[in-house]
């Protein structure tokens, strides 16, 4: 694909851009509290742009699926994160914002001892690994300007670590605003311009298969549930929870999720449209999208199909858009992964008595090492959604469950219920990928019993813990402890 | 014009006019000072 000059300047002009707001965020920091959360004064239009546009990362990978199966798309990339951000929104925002800590880790804990702090710290600091988005930005570099990927990636290693090492959380939340701008309107030209070029819903519909126009979008029971659960995310996402301490008061975060959940619906129409339109006009003839063989067409068929679309200009912003998705996740998810070595691992558990100046110190070396543990990761993986699904099903086993027991469950918790329902969810998840990914079927792996991992990992976090604070109360009962 | 086209420009509409009602409101919030110290 070969983009304008024109468009080139607008892409130039955006990283400047980011780079002037990041120099003017770095004025406002003060303090540790100012790095790490903006001075908890997230006030609520801020506060719904930076939780809309880090939530959302993953847009190759929506382009891929919406392709795939159409509206199933809208159901497993959608509807479930829904469902979730509601329940997160009604039953958690308020009493996290209460809690007044900084990490998950934080409230692992408070719920439980510093060995669960520990050991979620390390799960927290794997589930927030930019990997697969610095992955998307290295295949979108090497595709618009034709360099190798590691060379993307390595420039958005550089650009990533200035600005984020730089203004911290004020900068991540600020270019946020910029990149949700962007974002949105990038997204949400394409569809007026396909419908202009190639028609309405005739088009769809004499070009997509019948599944692609159902909910379920031709995908197995299995496939739609494994993603309901993958949703589940939400619980344990660690952007959630910060954006949650950062808000300025309690009501904020409830309010500002209720109205992202608007923004997301909005948005998720643009982009399952976007990929069901790229599907039909490759079917027509109109571009040609390679497929892989896992069946999924390749990563970059929402830019091929934009292309033939778009004039110039347009094109230029709706490629921001999509670099704007991706840096705004890659941008907070890399400072997370900074405050899980710094404020999780270095302070809370290594040097208690650590200043808050050698703290922002360990930050900045922790984004370091988490960009670039990402980086690694991105250039060893292949697959976009692989790495979100291996990623999902793992963390979410392991933190699930200590976390919303920590919550919900009102009875006294043996503190080391919460290290042991996470090795037992970790443990059990893992060794059932490793065997589905040591016998893989078209590119996709085969589970015992043909059920997928994270089904069992979350059950044996679930029975381990409620074992131990079963067993406990009967001691207690007993008068053994 | 088919009414599931209308419906998918309306979405992208009013996807960028509430994006400007925020922007607005982020900046009047930032002129007020209301994300400073206080």
Same mark, same amino acid.
């Given at each position: 694909?070969?983009?304008?000059?024109?468009?080139?300047?607008?892409?130039?002009?955006?990283?400047?851009?980011?780079?002037?707001?990041?120099?003017?965020?770095?004025?406002?920091?003060?303090?540790?509290?100012?790095?790490?959360?903006? !001075?908890?004064?997230?006030? *609520?239009?801020?506060?719904?742009?930076?939780?809309?546009?880090?939530?959302? !990362?993953?847009?190759?990978?929506?382009?891929?699926?919406?392709?795939?199966?159409?509206?199933? %798309?809208?159901?497993?990339q959608? #509807?479930?994160?829904?469902?979730?951000?509601l329940?997160?929104?009604?039953?958690?925002?308020?009493?996290?914002?209460?809690?007044?800590?900084?990490?998950?880790?934080?409230?692992?804990?408070?719920?439980?001892?510093?060995?669960?702090?520990?050991?979620?710290?390390?799960?927290?600091?794997?589930?927030?690994?930019?990997?697969?988005?610095?992955?998307?930005?290295?295949?979108?570099?090497?595709?618009?300007?034709?360099?190798p990927?590691?060379?993307?990636?390595?420039?958005?290693?550089?650009?990533?670590?200035?600005?984020?090492?730089?203004?911290?959380?004020?900068?991540?939340?600020?270019?946020?605003?910029?990149?949700? #701008?962007?974002?949105?309107?990038?997204?949400?030209?394409?569809?007026?311009?396909?419908?202009?070029?190639?028609?309405?819903?005739?088009?769809?519909?004499a070009?997509?298969?019948?599944?692609?126009?159902h909910?379920?979008?031709?995908?197995?029971?299995?496939?739609?549930?494994?993603?309901?659960?993958?949703?589940?995310?939400?619980?344990?996402?660690?952007?959630?929870?910060?954006?949650?301490?950062?808000?300025?008061?309690?009501?904020?975060?409830?309010?500002?999720?209720?109205?992202?959940?608007?923004f997301?619906?909005?948005?998720? #129409?643009?982009?399952?449209?976007?990929?069901?339109?790229?599907?039909?006009? %490759?079917?027509?003839?109109?571009?040609?999208?390679?497929?892989?063989?896992?069946?999924?067409?390749?990563?970059?068929?929402?830019?091929?199909?934009?292309?033939?679309?778009?004039?110039?200009?347009?094109?230029?912003?709706?490629?921001?858009?999509?670099?704007?998705?991706?840096?705004?996740?890659?941008?907070?998810?890399?400072?997370?992964?900074?405050?899980?070595?710094?404020?999780?691992?270095?302070?809370?558990?290594?040097?208690?008595?650590?200043?808050?100046?050698?703290?922002?110190?360990?930050?900045?070396?922790?984004?370091?090492?988490?960009?670039s543990?990402?980086?690694?990761?991105?250039?060893?993986?292949?697959?976009?959604?692989?790495?979100?699904?291996?990623?999902?099903?793992?963390?979410?086993?392991t933190?699930?469950?200590?976390? *919303?027991?920590?919550?919900?469950?009102?009875?006294?918790?043996?503190?080391?219920?919460?290290?042991?329902?996470?090795?037992?969810?970790?443990?059990?998840?893992?060794?059932?990928? #490793?065997?589905?990914?040591?016998?893989?079927?078209?590119?996709?792996?085969?589970?015992?019993?043909?059920?997928?991992?994270m089904?069992?990992?979350?059950?044996?976090? *679930?029975?381990?813990?409620?074992?131990?604070?079963?067993?406990?109360?009967?001691?207690?009962?007993?008068?053994?402890? | 014009?088919?009414?599931?086209?209308?419906?998918?420009?309306?979405?992208?509409?009013?996807?960028?006019?509430?994006?400007?009602?925020?922007?607005?409101?982020?900046?009047?919030?930032?002129?007020?000072?209301?994300?400073?110290h206080?």
């Amino acid at each position: 694909m070969e983009i304008t000059l024109i468009d080139v300047a607008i892409i130039s002009l955006y990283f400047i851009l980011l780079a002037i707001v990041a120099y003017f965020a770095k004025k406002k920091i003060r303090g540790l509290t100012d790095y790490f959360l903006a !001075g908890r004064r997230l006030t *609520l239009p801020i506060f719904i742009a930076t939780l809309v546009s880090t939530w959302y !990362g993953g847009i190759l990978g929506v382009g891929q699926y919406s392709y795939f199966s159409g509206l199933g %798309n809208w159901l497993t990339q959608g #509807i479930f994160y829904y469902i979730m951000a509601l329940l997160f929104a009604l039953f958690l925002a308020h009493k996290i914002r209460k809690s007044n800590l900084f990490t998950i880790p934080d409230q692992l804990e408070k719920f439980y001892d510093k060995k669960s702090r520990f050991l979620g710290s390390i799960f927290n600091f794997i589930l927030v690994t930019p990997a697969p988005y610095i992955l998307s930005l290295g295949v979108i570099f090497m595709f618009l300007f034709g360099v190798p990927k590691w060379i993307g990636i390595v420039i958005v290693l550089a650009i990533l670590i200035a600005y984020t090492l730089y203004s911290g959380f004020y900068g991540v939340i600020y270019t946020d605003f910029l990149q949700f #701008i962007f974002m949105m309107v990038g997204v949400a030209l394409v569809v007026p311009f396909a419908i202009a070029k190639y028609g309405g819903f005739e088009f769809l519909t004499a070009n997509l298969p019948e599944t692609h126009l159902h909910i379920t979008g031709g995908l197995t029971t299995q496939m739609i549930l494994v993603w309901g659960f993958i949703a589940f995310w939400t619980f344990v996402d660690p952007g959630f929870y910060q954006r949650c301490y950062a808000a300025k008061d309690s009501k904020i975060p409830r309010k500002g999720i209720l109205i992202s959940i608007g923004f997301w619906i909005l948005f998720d #129409i643009c982009t399952t449209f976007t990929g069901m339109y790229a599907f039909a006009a %490759n079917k027509a003839g109109h571009i040609s999208i390679e497929i892989l063989e896992n069946g999924l067409p390749q990563p970059e068929v929402y830019m091929i199909f934009a292309n033939s679309v778009l004039p110039p200009v347009i094109m230029g912003v709706f490629l921001i858009g999509i670099i704007a998705t991706l840096m705004s996740t890659i941008d907070s998810f890399t400072l997370l992964g900074a405050m899980n070595i710094s404020h999780d691992i270095y302070k809370n558990t290594f040097k208690p008595d650590a200043t808050d100046k050698q703290v922002m110190k360990v930050t900045k070396i922790g984004i370091v090492i988490t960009a670039s543990f990402g980086a690694t990761l991105a250039l060893f993986f292949s697959g976009i959604i692989s790495m979100w699904y291996t990623i999902g099903t793992v963390c979410i086993s392991t933190l699930i469950v200590p976390v *919303l027991g920590g919550f919900f469950i009102k009875t006294k918790k043996p503190p080391i219920s919460g290290v042991l329902s996470m090795i037992a969810g970790a443990g059990v998840s893992t060794v059932w990928m #490793i065997n589905g990914y040591s016998n893989l079927s078209w590119g996709w792996p085969v589970y015992w019993f043909e059920i997928e991992p994270m089904y069992p990992g979350i059950l044996a976090a *679930l029975l381990v813990y409620l074992f131990i604070i079963g067993t406990s109360k009967i001691y207690k009962y007993k008068g053994v402890v | 014009m088919d009414i599931i086209s209308i419906f998918l420009i309306f979405d992208s509409v009013v996807l960028i006019v509430a994006t400007l009602i925020l922007t607005y409101f982020f900046i009047k919030d930032f002129l007020k000072g209301k994300l400073n110290h206080k």
